[in-house]
């Protein structure tokens, strides 16, 4: 849904805002900032446990491949996620 400028900013910050774009379209950011993917939903907490848990298996000697058939992912997702940093 597009908002046209007119209807919600006052006329100061209006003529303001054409100094530097007019006709166009522009994306004004949310002030609290972009959140990460899967914050909201608290999908990113559960692949964050998930993948932990992963990492702690394989130090524990468990191999890629089991690794791959118990979680149902595949041998190079496995990989990445083993051999990441983080």
């Not at 900013?9 to 805002?17: F, G, I, T």
């Not at 993917?37 to 446990?49: C, P, Q, T």
Request: hydrophobic residues 35%; charged residues 30%.
């Amino acid at each position: 849904m597009k908002t046209k400028a007119q209807d919600i900013l006052p006329e100061e910050l209006l003529l303001a805002l054409q100094e530097y774009v007019q006709g166009e379209s522009i994306y004004i950011p949310k002030r609290d900032g972009r959140r990460k993917w899967g914050v909201k939903s608290g999908n990113r907490a559960y692949y964050d446990h998930r993948n932990q848990r992963i990492k702690h298996l394989f130090q524990e000697a468990m191999t890629i491949e089991e690794l791959a058939d118990t979680f149902c992912l595949s041998i190079e997702t496995i990989k990445k996620i083993v051999y990441t940093r983080n």
